[in-house]
Each structure stands twice: as C-alpha cells, then as structure tokens.
C-alpha cells in the first residue's frame, strides 16, 4: 500500500521551531479544498457553504475561510462573537439554536443571521418576545422516511430536529408572522463517504418544499442538507463523489412542479471535508514500556485529540523520524492521564519506536483540536499555521497553570504557587 503523503519538511521545521505536542493546518490545502467545493456547486446551483465554527474554531483559519468566499455556521455564543469579530453578517451567518440561550438569540438574530429552529416550541415562544428572526430555517426529523448507514443514531432516537409531522405547522406559522425568507435543514449523519445518503436527504426536503407550496403557497427558498460528507480516513477509502451528488441534486431539480426552482439556494455546512485532511497532529515519543503489551508513551494525553479513544475511529500514522519500515513491531500509544481511555491507538503495526520519534496523525483539520478537554488539569496544546507554502506562525499557544486556574474564584487563603 502506498504510505499517505505528508508535508514532512515542513512539519520538521515545526517540530525544531515549535516543541511537540502541536496541531498544523496547511493554508494552501485549507484553500483548495474549499474553493473545490465553491466551484463545483457554483457550476450547477445556488450554493453556500457555512463552514461550521465548531469544526475548528481558531478565527485565524476561519479568517482564510472568508477571504475565499466561505460563511459560517455557529452553535454557541463565543462562535457567534468570533463570526461577528471577524465581520460576517447577515446572510453570511447561520445560528443553530438547538437549546439556545435568550442571549444567544439576541446575538444571532442583531447579526441578522439565519437562525436554524430545532423545536416548535422553542420557535412559539420566541415569537411571543421582541426578538423576532427575519430568517428562519426549520431542522427536519424525518423520523423513519430515512436509513442512515454510519454509526451515527438513527432519526427516531436523535434529539435534533422537528418532527416531520409537524413542519407543516412551523412554516405556517412562520408565515402568518410575516417571516419572509423561509428554510428546511436536515443533517442525519456524520463522515459519510455515500452520496445516496445526501441525495436522499436533499430529495425529502426538496418534495416537503413542493408539498407545502402546492397545499399553501408557502414559498421556502431555502434547502439546507448540513454537514456530514466525509474524508478517507483510511488508505483504502476514495474520496467523497462531489460530482455525481451534485449531478443528481440537478436531476431532482428538474423533476420539480415549483415555479420558484430557480430562485432555490442550497446550503450546505461541510466542516471536515474542507478543513479535516489539511491538519496533522503532531507528537513525541517519550519512552516505550513493555508490559503485557508494548506501549509507547506520547508527549500528550488524549485530551489534545480525543477522537480515536472516543470514538474508536481511525486516523492514519506515520512515524516521521523512522526511514526503517520493515523492522516493524505493535504498539499502543498512550498518553499520560490515568484513565483506561487515554489511548491514541491500540495494538498497531509501526516501525520500531525509540525515545524522540516524532508520530504524526493525519487528518486532523476538523472536530480534533475543538474537541480537546483539561481533564487531569492538562495543557490543551499549540495550533501552527503553515502559510506561503512553508512559512510557520502560531495561532495559539500552549495553555499554562495561569490559564488552568484563571477562572476559579477561591478563598483568600488559598494562593496559587506557580513557582
Ligand atoms: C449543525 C451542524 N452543521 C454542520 C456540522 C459539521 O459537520 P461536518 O464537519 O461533519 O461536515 C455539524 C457537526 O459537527 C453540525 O452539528
């Protein structure tokens, strides 16, 4: 099998400059592959994507995003102020709100963003306050109209969503209160590699859309399919088909009796499939120790990167510092919580490990970094950027005790001694 390329001098030049453990994103990647997904979309349909801040929230990276033409989603307050901060507005912002906070709200819809509703309810009493949306996207449960075939939880066990027996109400209701631009989301899944999937969920929404227009004239301008396309993880995995989803989405287009199909924009919210395979984590070995397995200790725990302890999900190796792969052995690497959990990668072929080797997981661009925790008081880690090809800078240091412990409100007699 051919190894997985990687941009090993730079990473080097990383690892003299910046000391392990770090997190790397390529710039010129990063851009590619969103102008990949503009471009094609742009050819066949009115698109947007929001990239979602959850993804990889740094605003040094979503910054890059917006000078090449992406929007943003945001699911949280300090999402929303790094969107605002860095001067989107409008259309340019969608809120998910699932359990949002009046504060949020008030935020969200000030910016004029798309507030994605999660609950009639939620929707009800929001219409009762003076903080009425001018744009709303209802997120679909479609309970059993849809299988999904990842490890993701099936619609009818999913917290996410408005039942699809009861959108009809929503858009009416949405409607008679004079909201003008009306929208339908679904997003059922997560790294998915099939396009049927997305074809599928598009086809649902797009028939509620003519249903609801042919039964009220209600005129919903918005298609919103989420995020969820995913990356090849493993060597053996192809790329996610963009073109014969798209292709399909124009079959389904021209099927429809809508007069305003043309008027119709798709949004979409890809996070990992832009950002996810432009990141590498970076780490050292620090000593190996036999027991009834060989395990290699790492220079971080896994709550700098908790996705294949968590999840149990795959991302690929490669040992940097080792040209000798044929004198092979099995490792589990760990890091240094004391938790059972704290392992990168169970009982794994690498090449033979010493003390200093450098360890790289790959595809790391999205849901790694955002995800990482203090648990066992530990640091989260530095994020890099690699810019003009192989130009470095930080965008976040590592955190210290004085970062640990700033929030903490304590006794006076209590001082914390950082010497
Ligand atoms: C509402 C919403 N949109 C988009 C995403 C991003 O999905 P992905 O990065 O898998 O494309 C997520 C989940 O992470 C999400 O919850």
Same mark, same amino acid.
């Given at each position: ?131 009425? /949306? ?19 939880? /099936? ?5 996410? !969503? ?65 995020? !969820?396309?995913?990356? /090849? ?37 890809? !996070? ?78 690498? /090449? ?68």
């Amino acid at each position: 099998m051919i190894e997985k390329s990687i941009p090993k001098e730079t990473i080097i030049k990383a690892v003299k400059k910046y000391k392990t453990p770090f997190y790397i994103y390529f710039e010129n990647e990063l851009v590619y592959r969103n102008q990949r997904i503009i471009k094609k979309f742009s050819n066949f349909l009115n698109h947007h994507n929001y990239y979602p801040i959850k993804a990889l929230s740094n605003p040094q990276i979503i910054k890059i995003l917006k000078l090449n033409g992406s929007y943003v989603e945001c699911s949280s307050y300090p999402e929303l102020i790094i969107a605002k901060s860095l001067g989107f507005k409008g259309d340019e912002i969608i809120f998910t709100s699932n359990n949002a906070t009046p504060k949020e709200i008030n935020l969200a819809v000030s910016l004029d963003s798309f507030i994605n509703i999660d609950d009639i309810d939620f929707f009800i009493s929001l219409l009762s306050t003076s903080i009425i /949306p001018s744009k709303v996207i209802f997120r679909v449960n479609p309970g059993q109209r849809i299988t999904i075939n990842t490890n993701f939880s /099936p619609p009818i066990k999913s917290q996410f !969503g408005i039942p699809y027996e009861r959108i009809l109400e929503s858009v009416k209701l949405a409607a008679s209160t004079g909201i003008k631009t009306i929208g339908l989301h679904a997003m059922l899944t997560t790294n998915s590699l099939d396009h049927i999937h997305f074809v599928n969920l598009y086809e649902l929404l797009f028939n509620l859309i003519e249903t609801i227009w042919l039964k009220e004239k209600i005129k919903i301008s918005i298609i919103n399919i989420g995020g !969820g396309i995913g990356i /090849p993880y493993h060597q053996s995995q192809n790329e996610f088909n963009l073109d014969i989803l798209i292709s399909q989405i124009n079959t389904i287009n021209k099927k429809t009796r809508i007069p305003f199909k043309n008027e119709i924009v798709l949004q979409t919210e890809f !996070g990992r499939y832009i950002s996810g395979p432009c990141g590498f984590f970076v780490c050292r070995v620090l000593q190996i120790k036999e027991s009834y397995r060989t395990y290699a200790y790492l220079d971080s725990s896994i709550n700098n990167f908790m996705r294949t302890a968590f999840f149990k999900s795959y991302n690929h190796i490669t040992v940097l510092s080792r040209k000798n792969v044929k004198n092979s052995q099995v490792y589990t690497l760990v890091g240094s919580l004391c938790d059972t959990i704290d392992i990168f990668a169970e009982e794994i072929e690498l /090449p033979r490990l010493d003390a200093g080797d450098i360890i790289v997981f790959h595809d790391v661009g999205a849901h790694a970094f955002s995800m990482s925790f203090n648990y066992n008081s530990s640091f989260r880690c530095k994020e890099i950027l690699c810019y003009n090809d192989n130009d470095l800078k930080l965008i976040r240091r590592e955190e210290t005790c004085a970062d640990l412990f700033s929030t903490l409100v304590l006794d006076e007699s209590i001082k914390i001694n950082y010497s």
